[in-house]
């Protein structure tokens, strides 16, 4: 097992009626590329069926299959951390359980780190998502970019293929919260992007909802890069220096046209600007702040209940 070449990565959450379609298309999918694989499925505290399937599908195949279940629900990245952290494999593909990724496309990302990349990331050719998925995507890669100069055509996609190296770098980080891709990015010496199949559910709902999008781009801005407080800083004496040149402007109106009263609704306006900038500091600070407070507690950031593997005899 010290020899494995591949290790496929997949978090599971409440996806029982897609499991067996994605065990119809992996296992052939891994067994064509005729190396030594092991597939391990973190099962993220699923409320449906997905623990028990994913037991049987293990004593079908325990020589390739290994089962890591969690006593509750801790999020995808957290299941992925939990995998790696198991996995034996040189290379690390992780992977959706909802095949809209094909697994077939994985000898692609093989095939490009053949090429000497130590990090592949993937695009898919064709998303099937709505218009403000599309949008909201676009808008987030390009803020990311400038803010934290991590190059990611389609951060959403979790199909990606790491070397064993950027792997035991990850491994080695203990934060609480952070975005995988990202941060593997960071310890990559040389990282390539391929073009990927996708394809719609073919059964259950995406478990990401537009707040839980905002939440992780908001990991991603604060956990990799404090330009978002730097900015807020440039805008806070920006916004000092106007309200300083405003109030000397408002003094002088006063000694020569005298007392009145027309200009207070844009007074009003004016504060209200300011106190919106102001909330929207506190909440920014908030946030690293919060990132800290969840570090130094040094809680567990996931447990597990069970491993699920073949003993060597």
């Known amino acids: ?71 509750g629900n801790f999020g995808q990245h957290m299941a992925i951390m939990a995998a790696f952290e198991q996995s034996r494999g040189q290379r690390i593909v992780t992977l959706d359980a909802d095949l809209q990724n094909p697994p077939e496309d994985t000898e692609l990302l093989l095939a490009k780190m053949d090429e000497g990349h130590d990090y592949v990331g ?20 390009g803020l990311r970019e400038k803010i934290t100069r991590i190059k990611m055509t389609d951060q959403g996609c979790m199909f990606r293929a790491y070397d064993r190296r950027i792997i035991d770098a990850v491994n080695s980080c203990h934060e609480v919260s952070t975005f995988i891709p990202a941060l593997a990015y960071s310890f990559a010496r040389n990282p390539a992007e391929v073009v990927v199949g996708h394809d719609e559910r073919t059964a259950g709902e995406s478990k990401y909802s537009l707040y839980s999008l905002i939440r992780l781009n908001f990991d991603l801005m604060t956990g990799f890069s404090l330009v978002p407080l730097q900015m807020f800083s440039m805008l806070g004496m920006l916004i000092s220096l106007f309200s300083g040149v405003f109030f000397v402007f408002l003094a002088v ?30 909440g920014l600070l908030g946030e690293y702040i919060g990132r800290i407070y969840q570090q130094v507690r040094h809680r567990p950031r996931y447990l597990v209940e069970a491993i699920l593997e073949k003993r060597d005899e």
Not at 254 to 263: D, T
Request: glycine share 6%.
């Open 122 to 141: 993937s695009i898919r050719r064709q998303r099937n998502d709505s218009l403000w998925r599309h949008v909201a995507s676009r808008a987030m890669n």
């Open 253 to 282: 109106r006063r000694l020569i046209v005298g007392p009145e009263a027309e200009g207070l609704f844009t007074l009003f306006a004016l504060m209200f600007f300011l106190i919106g900038i102001a909330l929207f500091g506190i």
């Open 1 to 71: 097992m010290t020899n494995l070449q591949l290790s496929v990565v997949i978090p599971v959450y409440n996806e029982e009626d897609g499991l067996q379609a994605l065990f119809d298309r992996l296992y052939p999918a891994l067994d064509k590329l005729g190396i030594t694989y092991e597939i391990l499925f973190v099962n993220d505290g699923s409320r449906d069926r997905s623990a028990a399937i994913l037991r049987e599908q293990f004593q079908q195949r325990p020589d390739v299959t290994r089962v890591i279940l969690f006593n």
